[in-house]
């Protein structure tokens, strides 16, 4: 209308909508206003490297009224405090009702150096077509730990592995040691704390592999090394113990699932079986067979003074390092043993000579005599024992006749009487012999031997013996 009153043509009509009412708005329980719900499934103890290298997924559960073409946005509080932000629309084939993934980004979580660990925060707000913005949702938060224990703490910043040692393992594992399973002490790395998993690794000798866990105690002091058991299942099948050679290699998890640098491998040799098992008739076990020649009759102090000899022939499977033990049952029942290390120049079948020395024969007073007996087994590297041999006994008889039964302890002996002697052996007395009277001295009995040595005219002896009748 200009100032003379003339009105001009009317305009096109131009519409408008108006939209105050955001998503959620009045439509939460009481009329109140609904906001975002967030879930972040990797919070759960702490998002990890492998975790976050994807970035984190963030679930929305967005309000009602909630349609295509709004835009989420997430509001990220990062360690130091600043803010970044994630949109994403509001996809035109959504159902309406399923949430919503969005993605904080690698680069969100990330400076020039790499990640950056520590707490995160995580807000979403809804904002429609016309700009109107939801009610925030409840913070979700989150630990970013992408720092794997002993990482970069060994020397020149290398990333710290554990360091496995298996007492065990020297010269193999025996059977006996391996009833209780194998254990295997773990030096962990710097920044190992309670609640962390060690993973052992163990290479079967088939090449297959088997793990076992244990989580670290809340009363670990944080320095001592861990002792695990590589148990009897990872060792065995349904016929028992496998033999071979075993590689195990450790791991440390924290609570965020970062893993460690793998240890070096630690090996062994799992050696079950003994000499002579199952290698007699029918699958039986052999045992060591002892053979004690100077045992016929006893064994005299001439034939002690040199110790006691034991042939000893070992079962199958024996070899050059293992060792003889001979076990020495003595008069009064205490036992003494005697080993002997198979040398390497052995030709793997012919008995070996062992010794009972004098030290066991005898005490401070001399010889012992007396009932012995003798037992041997063979002990493999790995410390498998043999089954045990037959009991080879003899007897220690040291004292001769007349020993120490004289006045004052003296020893006696034979006195002779010649009859025939007075005024000479005629010929006629001669013509059966020179009849000699042997008194014998104490301790002489039935089974003993008289020997007269007679010295002949020239110089020269001859000897006359007689075993005494029972």
Excluded: C, R
Aim: net charge negative; glycine share 12%.
């Amino acid at each position: 209308t200009d100032v003379a009153g003339n009105i001009s043509q009317s305009s096109t009509a131009a519409g408008f909508t108006l939209d105050t009412t955001a998503a959620g708005e009045g439509t939460g329980a009481g009329g109140t206003d609904e906001a975002p719900v967030l879930t972040i499934a990797e919070a759960t103890d702490g998002v990890s490297e492998a975790e976050a290298s994807d970035g984190v997924q963030v679930s929305v559960a967005v309000p009602t009224g909630t349609v295509a073409g709004d835009t989420i946005t997430l509001t990220v509080t990062q360690p130091d405090g600043t803010t970044e932000t994630v949109d994403t629309l509001v996809p035109s084939d959504w159902n309406g009702t399923d949430p919503i993934v969005m993605t904080v980004s690698t680069d969100i979580l990330s400076d020039t150096d790499g990640f950056v660990d520590g707490d995160y925060s995580v807000t979403a707000t809804v904002t429609d077509v016309a700009g109107n913005v939801s009610e925030a949702s409840t913070p979700s938060d989150f630990t970013l730990d992408t720092t794997a224990a002993g990482e970069g703490t060994g020397a020149g910043g290398t990333d710290e592995a554990p360091v496995l040692t298996i007492a065990e393992a020297t010269d193999g594992v025996s059977e006996t040691e391996a009833s209780d399973g194998v254990q295997v002490s773990v030096a962990v790395p710097t920044g190992t704390v309670s609640g962390d998993t060690i993973t052992l690794t163990v290479t079967q000798p088939d090449g297959t592999t088997e793990t076992v866990e244990t989580l670290i105690s809340s009363d670990w002091n944080g320095t001592d090394p861990i002792v695990m058991t590589v148990p009897t299942d990872i060792l065995s099948d349904t016929d028992g113990f496998v033999d071979g050679d075993y590689s195990v290699t450790a791991t440390v998890t924290d609570v965020a699932g970062n893993v460690s640098k793998a240890s070096t491998p630690s090996d062994f040799t799992l050696d079950t079986t003994a000499a002579g098992e199952g290698t007699g008739a029918g699958g039986t076990d052999e045992a060591p067979v002892l053979i004690i020649a100077e045992a016929t009759d006893g064994v005299s102090e001439a034939e002690a003074n040199d110790g006691v000899q034991v042939s000893v022939a070992v079962p199958t499977g024996t070899v050059s390092g293992d060792t003889i033990t001979l076990t020495v049952t003595q008069p009064d029942g205490s036992t003494e043993t005697v080993d002997t290390l198979i040398p390497s120049d052995w030709n793997g079948t012919d008995p070996l000579v062992m010794t009972v020395p004098t030290d066991i024969l005898s005490d401070t007073d001399g010889f012992v005599d007396g009932d012995y007996s003798v037992t041997a087994t063979v002990t493999d590297v790995a410390g498998n024992v043999s089954q045990s041999s037959n009991t080879s006994s003899f007897n220690l008889d040291t004292t001769a006749a007349g020993e120490g039964t004289g006045a004052g302890g003296t020893d006696e002996a034979p006195v002779l009487t010649i009859a025939e002697a007075t005024d000479g052996v005629s010929e006629a007395e001669a013509s059966d012999g020179v009849q000699v009277s042997v008194a014998v001295p104490t301790g002489t009995v039935s089974g003993d031997t008289i020997t007269l040595t007679v010295t002949q005219p020239d110089g020269t002896t001859e000897t006359v013996n007689t075993l005494i009748p029972s």
